[in-house]
T-cell receptor, first 115, second 113 residues
Framework: EAQVTQNPRYLITVTGKKLTVTCSQNMNHEYMSWYRQDPGLGLRQIYYSMNVEVTDKGDVPEGYKVSRKEKRNFPLILESPSPNQTSLYFC??????????????FGSGTRLTVV | AQSVTQPDIHITVSEGASLELRCNYSYGATPYLFWYVQSPGQGLQLLLKYFSGDTLVQGIKGFEAEFKRSQSSFNLRKPSVHWSDAAEYFCAVGVLGYSTLTFGKGTMLLVSP
């Protein structure tokens, strides 16, 4: 089944303790993105990647890192989490950004709580 | 930069009644437009998308949307709502060649018996 898989689904951590949220897609998609969803704010893009070793900042990149060493994986790293990073996180992938292939598939989300 | 406005935060519709969710976008050229649905505790599922051509697009689950360039709108419609349609709906705009999808803040649909 074509899908985007995120792990973990739920995570509670303490301020300052480094964590990684994994994301993997099995569709051979070029593009991958991370979004955070907060009540009243909708979804905002954190980082995106156009291909292996090519990443760029989205609208809210502060406090996050990403890497794209393999096409299928796009982990989100919080090196020193803070309570304002408590949120619902989504990873998504798309085959491209052209008229025939633009369309993001989303993972099921990771609910992160930082105390 | 592009932006999306969903004017209604919540909408309540009776089961069997028709539905229209509003979406207005701001972008200088022709945008790529999407509607996603998020059921409680779930990820986002693509309902439909518009790139060009016929301005009335059909999607999954009986939904359709109409692109109106003159009104900068891309409203989502369904003729008869089912209780299982209760969810949050997001309109999003993309730009050719750019990977960023800009989302509206969402509209929560409640379905009453």
């Amino acid at each position: 089944e074509a899908q985007v898989t995120q792990n973990p689904r739920y995570l509670i951590t303490v301020t300052g303790k480094k964590l990684t949220v994994t994301c993997s897609q099995n569709m051979n998609h070029e593009y991958m993105s991370w979004y955070r969803q907060d009540p009243g704010l909708g979804l905002r893009q954190i980082y995106y990647s156009m291909n292996v070793e090519v990443t760029d900042k989205g609208d809210v990149p502060e406090g996050y890192k990403v890497s794209r060493k393999e096409k299928r994986n796009f982990p989100l790293i919080l090196e020193s989490p803070s309570p304002n990073q408590t949120s619902l996180y989504f990873c998504a992938s798309s085959p491209g950004t052209g008229a025939t292939n633009y369309g993001y598939t989303f993972g099921s989300g990771t609910r992160l709580t930082v105390v | 930069a592009q932006s999306v406005t969903q004017p209604d935060i919540h909408i309540t519709v009776s089961e069997g009644a028709s539905l229209e969710l509003r979406c207005n976008y701001s972008y200088g050229a022709t945008p790529y437009l999407f509607w996603y649905v998020q059921s409680p505790g779930q990820g986002l599922q693509l309902l439909l998308k518009y790139f060009s051509g016929d301005t009335l697009v059909q999607g999954i689950k009986g939904f359709e949307a109409e692109f109106k360039r003159s009104q900068s709108s891309f409203n989502l419609r369904k003729p008869s709502v089912h209780w299982s349609d209760a969810a949050e709906y997001f309109c999003a705009v993309g730009v050719l060649g750019y990977s960023t999808l800009t989302f509206g803040k969402g509209t929560m649909l409640l379905v009453s018996p």
